[in-house]
């Protein structure tokens, strides 16, 4: 018997290729592995399809072999990867390279058995061993303890050709060894908000569904996965956690592992094998509960029955480069395929999902309290118009800090740029310190020595003691950053511990974990540092937060910076007050009239989002409108330019507004031009229209690059 086999290869290719199968004996090759000639050479592919006949003429090449005896690719996971393709205009090869692990391209071989341990089988008569004085050893350790597992037996230094005797004698049996998942509770009973929301998922959790938990932080959004976690399991049934970021933080793989005594974790850390284990016993149905970031979305599951995606408006979620996939987006799409509920949480909601919310997609259950006496932190807008500050702060915020230290609290202050100071400046003609390869200023950092740094590119430079451009000797640095203020709190508070986070000191998972341990024990202590501190800890001592220059987003070109300002402030103000002690917020801001900070301050994110929200309306941007950036970088940035509009020129004969080109935020970095264009539509079919006539456009080589971005979350 001949099949035609439609494989998928993991090529930068647009479409699929044939092959000839003879022997074939089943269609179980759809999502099986192949090995077919490629090129010059040959590559490991994906059948997604078995044909009797082809549409491509001329003559087909053969399979070289067949990898898997089954699928190891489940058919929901196929269709998403045709959905990326078309969605992200991205070709289906990479589609399928970004999302198999390399292991599984390599041809690798699955083994879908479960790990197993050795167990007795009961026997009717006392069993005589005579001579054989390791079997009988072996036996009478088995009696006593029931089963035994590898690891137990190579510690007991039984060989396994004992125990395989033993099992064809009839003794021994192997038992497969699966994760029991059993639930604790803990002692917490859930309030009657996070009530209704297990209860309204739990009474749709065969059928497709967006349930949004909208709770503020420390709401107790993660109980909520928790209890509709547990009924998925007790059916047998897996579940896929999706987290932003798990190596900043390990305590939540551990909170799941305490909670149901077993948990695999899926993330980029993870070594190539690691991941290709954990991978193939999702796919075995061994593993059923799953904590990943984002690629973890494409495990293949053999019976999936939940999403959640915790903190669903971060932007780690969305993929920079190659695909430029949202892991949210896809993890909705994949519950739709399978029919299943999917949980998106957050406190700070990005507002697609508001918008989905407010036309009925989405079905939205708020949090509004904590739990218990934990109490939620009011905003305050510290005016510093006219006032000098000092490392980046005004005398009145220092006092404000005074306060909570003599009160014994922890203090937290937020200022989101690592380093000593923002830039160098000569006083005298007004010369800034600018990196040679991209067109930014360059960073002052005195740790550990003082040097000058690209923030992009990473180069550094020494910092000169005379201007280049009038010789004269008056630099100075202006614009405290994390460094500094470090420095200049330590001046006026001698005596009291301060912690700084960011990238430079906080390079491994374990300093950052290290670090907030430290800060679970009560006692006065400041922590200066950037967006690292918004990731999910909790500080149970932190009564102050203080936010410094971080309105500064508000300002921005990039029409997303105000959402992930927001979203910013809202997150790091939730580490406080969490315990009984209330907390307070203030914003150090130098135009506490604008709207956003004054809506912020009254009504918190959801006040925020309502003013946002008339703004995108009015200028027609997402969710409001569909978006897709094109960009492109290059050598000469008049070629760049000239190609984009070549570009744009080719969407003819539609509605779909056509903007730019413009020199990117950046125009400059490591050296290549770059320029920026983007197609807006209120009709996303027609946005997508638009960008099918474009997508296929060569780089014209490597003078030239460019690519799309649809759904951008990054404008830069
Ligand atoms: P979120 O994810 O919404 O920020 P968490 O799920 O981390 O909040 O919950 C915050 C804290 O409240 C945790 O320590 C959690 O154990 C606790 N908690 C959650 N629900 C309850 C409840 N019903 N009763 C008491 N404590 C709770
Ligand atoms: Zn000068
Ligand atoms: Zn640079």
Redesign the pocket.
Same mark, same amino acid.
């Given at each position: 018997m001949t099949h035609i086999l439609r494989v998928l290869i993991p090529r930068p290719v647009w479409r699929t290729y044939d092959y000839v199968l003879h022997d074939a004996t089943s269609n179980a090759l759809v999502g099986a592995r192949v090995r077919v000639p490629f090129g010059p050479s040959s590559v490991v592919g994906i059948v997604f399809e078995v044909a009797a006949r082809s549409e491509h003429l001329g003559e087909l090449k053969q399979v070289m072999n067949v990898v898997d005896q089954q699928p190891i690719v489940s058919e929901d996971l196929l269709k998403l990867a045709f959905w990326l393709a078309s969605y992200y205009h991205c070709p289906i090869g990479t589609v399928i390279e970004t999302m198999l692990p390399t292991d599984v391209l390599r041809g690798r071989a699955i083994n879908l058995e479960p790990d197993f341990e050795w167990a007795i089988v009961p026997q009717g008569e006392k069993v005589e061993f005579k001579r054989a004085t390791r079997q009988q050893e072996t036996w009478n350790l088995l009696v006593n303890r029931g089963a035994l597992t590898d690891p137990e037996i190579r510690r007991e230094g039984i060989a396994r050709s004992v125990l395989t005797a033993m099992e064809k004698k009839g003794l021994l049996r192997r038992k497969p060894l699966l994760p029991k998942y059993q639930f604790q509770d803990?002692g917490?009973?859930?309030?009657a908000e996070?009530e209704f929301a297990i209860q309204s998922v739990l009474g749709s959790l065969n059928q497709f569904g967006v349930h949004v938990l909208d709770?503020?932080?420390?709401? @107790?959004?993660?109980?909520v996965y928790i209890r509709v976690i547990k009924e998925v399991l007790a059916k047998g049934r897996q579940v896929l956690v999706l987290v932003p970021e798990i190596a900043l933080t390990p305590q939540t793989a551990n909170h799941f592992r305490e909670r149901f005594g077993s948990v695999a974790v899926l993330h980029s850390m993870r070594t190539n094998l690691q991941r290709f284990e954990i991978w193939s016993r999702v796919g075995s149905g061994e593993h059923r509960l799953v904590l990943g970031t984002r690629s973890a979305v494409f495990t293949p599951f053999k019976d999936l029955g939940l999403i959640v995606v915790?903190e669903e408006h971060d932007s780690s979620y969305k993929q920079s480069d190659s695909l430029r996939y949202s892991a949210r987006d896809a993890a909705v799409v994949r519950a739709n395929d399978l029919g299943i509920p999917v949980i998106l @949480?957050s406190?700070t909601l990005s507002l697609e999902t508001v918008e989905n919310i407010n036309r009925n997609k989405y079905k939205a259950y708020r949090?509004a309290a904590?739990?218990?006496t934990?109490k939620l932190p009011k905003f305050q807008l510290l005016d510093v118009r006219g006032q000098s500050l000092r490392g980046g702060m005004c005398h009145p915020l220092i006092e404000i800090i005074r306060r909570h230290l003599d009160g014994e609290g922890q203090v937290l202050v937020l200022i989101n740029r690592r380093g000593f100071a923002v830039s160098v400046v000569c006083h005298d003609c007004g010369w800034r310190a600018n990196c040679q390869d991209c067109d930014v200023i360059l960073t002052l950092h005195e740790q550990p020595c003082r040097e000058l740094r690209c923030h992009h590119c990473d180069r550094r430079y020494e910092l000169p003691d005379h201007c280049p451009d009038c010789s004269g000797n008056r630099l100075v640095s202006v614009g405290a950053a994390t460094q500094r203020v470090v420095e200049t709190l330590a001046e006026a508070f001698p005596g009291v511990p301060i912690r700084r986070i960011d990238r430079d000191v906080i390079n491994t998972n374990r300093k950052l974990e290290h670090t907030f341990t430290e800060l679970q024990l009560p006692g006065r202590c400041i922590l200066v540092g950037t967006q690292m501190l918004a990731k999910?800890h909790?500080l149970p001592n932190v009564t102050l937060v203080a936010v410094l220059r971080a309105d500064a987003g508000f300002f921005s070109s990039d029409f997303r910076a105000a959402e992930r300002t927001a979203q910013l402030i809202v997150q790091v103000a939730?580490r406080a007050g969490?315990a009984e002690r209330e907390g307070e917020v203030w914003i150090q801001t130098y135009d506490p009239d604008h709207p956003h900070l004054e809506s912020l301050a009254k009504s918190g994110y959801r006040g925020f989002v309502e003013t946002e929200l008339i703004l995108r309306r009015d200028a027609n941007f997402p969710p409001y409108s569909h978006l897709a950036l094109l960009r492109a970088e290059g050598s000469n940035s008049e070629e760049v330019k000239t190609f984009l509009h070549q570009v744009l020129r080719e969407v003819t004969g539609t509605s779909t507004e056509k903007l730019g080109p413009v020199p990117a935020y950046i125009p400059r970095l490591n050296n290549r031009w770059r320029c920026q264009a983007a197609l807006v539509d209120r009709s996303r079919k027609r946005l997508h229209e638009a960008l099918g006539k474009i997508a296929k456009i060569p780089s014209p080589g490597s003078r030239i690059r460019w690519s799309i971005d649809v759904d951008p979350i990054d404008m830069s």
């Open positions: 803990r917490i009973k859930p309030t996070q709770g503020v932080t420390g709401s @107790g959004k993660t109980e915790d @949480g406190a949090l904590r739990p218990g934990a999910g909790h939730g969490r």
